[in-house]
């Protein structure tokens, strides 16, 4: 199945209806809004792996690992660079994150991803 919603890097600055989208930042949109842009070289997809290594990048900045209360699924959670860690809360790697930002999920979907993590102690694979 294809994914409807991809992670894109400006390759020049974008001025949209919105914001503005500088040099080398990225966006998550549907794959029909960016196309357009795509073609004239405006933007570029960044695959689920760059995007894991972007996010690593950012966790290794704060020290590997955040913990924050998600107001969708009503409880603390953790996003960190070491899985295999002890933790009372559920954590993401930055690969689980990336693949779920990626499928741009609406607040019931994240729910049933995240207690299905909960419960069977699985990875969120694509």
Known sequence: MQRQYGLY???KTIKGKHRLLRKGETILLKRSKAQPLVEKGMLVEVNPQVAAKKIREELLSVGG???????VLNEK???SCYPGRNSS???YTPEELAQIM???PDENSIRIIHLT?????????A
Not at 65 to 71: A, L, R
Not at 117 to 125: G, M, N, S, T
């Open 9 to 11: 890097t400006a390759t």
């Open 65 to 71: 690992e955040i913990e924050v209360f998600s107001k």
């Open 77 to 79: 959670i953790k996003f």
């Open 89 to 91: 809360v559920v954590t």
């Open 102 to 104: 990626l499928q741009k």
């Open 117 to 125: 993590k909960k419960i069977f102690r699985a990875k969120v694979v």
